[in-house]
């Protein structure tokens, strides 16, 4: 039951992916704790240059000698509106001066600059030999897709509809995650809009499950045994996991973060796309609140991503989560302080007590 080809590609005891969290989630450390544990350890790399990744890989090999991952952000083409620019840093302004932030001029990001570093980072994953590489908010091209077949390296894409899905088995992809809208963090979505992929989990994994014939890993909201055991009768080869881990002691994650994940009821995450200006999952605090009424008038990921770091790197400096990211699954009250170690093994107890 828990094992079958997919976990046998993957090199793993236990079909148990944790989620590629970027942002210093994901640290040497961390990844390693979930290899050395029978699980898939992921290098969250969407927000660090080629040459931070390429040292990061390295570290990774050093602590442990099993498989791992890297995951990518696919980069899009984005506007840069000064009209649209001009208005946040009004927006924004009151949050600098609440926190102290000294006036700076924000590096905004181009997608020249983007793409390059993409293609770096491609470059980083083959020099290094590392196994398995995934990719969110979008797929790469059919070149990129060949370099990665040439060199033996597991691809795996992300889908939240049954159309992303066909379109990354048809680019050669070996697995899919479907990403339900549970899920934390930033939603994956690449074909149509974002309200059409905020389809629930249980529905989503036999829809993709019975039209695709790659392997579906299933994510969002899975937080123990339970979840995992109806994600693989759904049929999903493996579950991602990304609040569970968040809060392990192994885990980069801020204090804050894990402290206000511990402290979560129902009905506490909330979707936002106030700190990127992409749509992502989080728990709700003054930042979203306050700046959910403007959210038609935000620039689009990278841009409002770039305008806002100061601002959550300062209140994450100041203890202040107020104007924090603080990315969270709906299942984040199920959440526990324990060991890499610990989840793995709990978790896949739990499993085999559901199975019988």
Not at 82 to 104: C, D, F, T, V
Not at 230 to 247: D, E, H, N, P, W
Not at 277 to 304: C, H, L, V
Request: proline fraction near 3%; aromatic fraction near 6%.
């Amino acid at each position: 039951m828990f094992t079958n080809n997919f976990t046998n590609l993957l090199k793993i005891d236990f079909p148990i992916i944790q989620a590629p969290m970027a942002g210093g989630i994901t640290t040497s450390k961390f990844v390693a704790a979930v290899c050395n544990n029978g699980a898939l350890g992921m290098i969250g790399a969407g927000y660090i240059s080629p040459i931070q990744l390429r040292e990061q890989i390295r570290e990774v090999k050093e602590l442990t000698s099993n498989s791992f991952g890297v995951n990518l952000f696919v980069p899009g083409e984005f506007e840069i509106s000064e009209n649209k620019i001009e208005i946040a840093n009004r927006l924004l302004n009151r949050y600098r001066e609440q926190l102290n932030i000294q006036e700076e001029k924000v590096t905004l990001p181009s997608v020249e600059d983007g793409f390059q570093s993409y293609m770096q980072q491609i470059q980083v994953v083959i020099e290094e030999k590392v196994p398995i590489c995934s990719f969110t908010f979008g797929v790469p091209t059919a070149d990129v897709m060949r370099k990665f077949k040439q060199h033996n390296v597991t691809t795996i894409g992300t889908a939240t509809t049954v159309a992303e899905a066909i379109s990354i088995e048809k680019l050669g992809m070996d697995a899919v995650v479907v990403q339900g809208s549970e899920a934390g963090g930033h939603r994956g979505n690449f074909i149509g809009d974002h309200e059409e992929s905020l389809i629930g989990l249980m529905t989503l994994i036999p829809q993709v499950a019975d039209i695709v014939n790659i392997p579906v890993i299933a994510a969002g909201g899975i937080m123990d045994g339970r979840g995992l055991m109806a994600s693989l009768c759904s049929g999903a080869k493996a579950v991602q996991m990304g609040t569970a881990f968040l809060t392990c002691e192994e885990s980069g994650a801020h204090p804050l973060h894990k402290e206000a994940i511990m402290h979560s009821k129902d009905g506490d995450t909330t979707l936002t796309r106030t700190f990127s200006g992409k749509w992502a999952r989080g728990i709700n605090n003054k930042f979203i609140m306050e700046m959910g009424e403007y959210e038609d008038t935000i620039p689009n990921f990278p841009i409002q991503n770039a305008l806002t770091q100061s601002i959550r790197k300062a209140s994450a400096h100041q203890n202040n989560k107020e104007y924090m990211s603080l990315w969270a699954g709906q299942n984040a009250k199920l959440a526990r302080v324990e060991t890499v170690e610990q989840l793995v093994q709990r978790v896949m107890n739990e499993a085999r007590k559901v199975n019988g």
